[in-house]
Structures are given as structure tokens and as C-alpha cells.
């Protein structure tokens, strides 16, 4: 893969040094993936740093209850695993919700291109006091008092964000999404969630259309999740 797709594909390297991408170029290879395998599970010695190429991927826990808890969400361009840099095992799994490609490098050889470049570690720890921004986010949406069908608004709104693309109905989250794993987005009963998406439905604010999820109007949803 060339230098200048690298960055343009992915934003973690945006700023690092020519260097530091003929390094990790010389050792980059690439996976497909296909629909429902993992890349990782809880507990795997990992030792590549993996990113995502093509697809969407999901980082899940499987809590005490047996229930499946999804964490992230990531889309193209996305660094999955930086947990991998401590040396320890993985701490979630990671799923493919589509067919997928993965480009990977050996954690070494990412560790030492960041040892040189001061602008790639920088890169490395923005992405993370982002993804730790989010976790806070999580946790104070999890003991809040938000009813459950805001929680779905405000995540959805977020997935258009971050998922989305134009169509001529609304933004349409383009991650296949069912609503059992809707519910492990917030952590909730399906049959619970499925009520709440009818309210949502008969809102106006959503629509289900071929097994995706349309936000009809980013802002009137926004407005949903913000009424009293």
C-alpha cells in the first residue's frame, strides 16, 4: 500500500514521518475477513497491531449474565486494537459485521517507528484519550436516568455520524444493525428494545429499510433525545 494512502486512509498515521512509513510499510501485510469471524477474543495473546482497511468491526465483553456487551464500534481507517502496546492479553473481543479487510503490523515494529517519531506516539495518544473520552461518556449514560429510547436516539444519532450515508429517505446507518445488537449497543433487553424502536419508528424519527436503520433527520432526532 502506498505511503500517501496510508494516510489518507488511515488518520493515525496522518503525521507520521516518511521514515516511520517506510518502516512499517516494508512490514505491513493484509487479511480478509469474512461476516461474523473474529479477529480476536478476550484473553488472546496478541501480538499484531491491526487496522481496519474495509468493513466495520465490533469490540464486545461477554458480561457474567452470559449477555453480549458491545463496547466500540469501528468503522475504515480505524486502529483496533491499541491495547495491544502494553504487551498484555486482549481485553475484549473483536468481531467483523461485514466481510473485511485488515492491514496488520508486528506490535515491535509499530513501537519502534513510535520510539522515533514523536508525531506518530502523539497521533497514538489522541486516539486514545479519545476512546477514553467515549468510555466516560458510556459509563455516565449507563447510571443516568435517560429512558431507554433516548439512549437508543442518542447512539443511532451517533452511528449516523460516524456510519452514515445520504440517501434520499435520511441518513442510512450502513452497518447491517439487528435489534439484538442494538440492544448490546446499551445494554438492554431485545424485547426492550424493540418496543422502543416502534416509539422511535412511530415518531417519524427512524425507519427500518432492508435490514438498516435511516435516521429520517439527524436533528430532529437530536431534538428527541434533548426534550425533557
Request: proline share 0%; hydrophobic share 40%; glycine share 10%.
Given at each position: 500500500m502506498k505511503k500517501e494512502n496510508l494516510r489518507m486512509q488511515f488518520p493515525i498515521l496522518q503525521n507520521a514521518s516518511e521514515k516511520s512509513l517506510d518502516l512499517l510499510q516494508s512490514h505491513m501485510a493484509i487479511k480478509n475477513y469474512g461476516k461474523g469471524e473474529h479477529l480476536f477474543l478476550d484473553k488472546q495473546t496478541v501480538t499484531q497491531v491491526y487496522f481496519l482497511l474495509k468493513?466495520?468491526?465490533?469490540?464486545?465483553k461477554m458480561c457474567s449474565n452470559n449477555e453480549k456487551r458491545t463496547i466500540f464500534l469501528h468503522k475504515e481507517g480505524d486502529l483496533l486494537n491499541e491495547v495491544v502496546l502494553d504487551g498484555k492479553t486482549a481485553s475484549v473481543n473483536c468481531e467483523f459485521l461485514t466481510d473485511s479487510q485488515v492491514l496488520y503490523v508486528d506490535r515491535?515494529?509499530?513501537l519502534q517507528a513510535c520510539e522515533k517519531d514523536f508525531l506518530l506516539t502523539q497521533s497514538v495518544f489522541s486516539f486514545m484519550s479519545l476512546r477514553i473520552r467515549r468510555l466516560y461518556h458510556q459509563v455516565s449514560n449507563a447510571v443516568n436516568s435517560m429512558r431507554g429510547d433516548k439512549k437508543i436516539a442518542a447512539r443511532?444519532?451517533?452511528?449516523?455520524?460516524?456510519?452514515?450515508?445520504?440517501?434520499?429517505?435520511g441518513i442510512e446507518i450502513e452497518i447491517p444493525l439487528s435489534i439484538t445488537q442494538v440492544a448490546e449497543l446499551i445494554g438492554s433487553k431485545r424485547e426492550t428494545v424493540s418496543r422502543?424502536?416502534?416509539?422511535?419508528?412511530?415518531?417519524?424519527l427512524i425507519l427500518l429499510k432492508d435490514k438498516k436503520i435511516i435516521i429520517v433527520d439527524p436533528s430532529k432526532l437530536l431534538n428527541y433525545i434533548n426534550l425533557p
Open positions: 468493513g466495520a468491526a465490533s469490540l464486545y515491535q515494529i509499530f443511532l444519532w451517533k452511528l449516523a455520524r460516524d456510519f452514515g450515508k445520504h440517501t434520499e429517505h422502543q424502536i416502534k416509539i422511535l419508528t412511530e415518531e417519524g
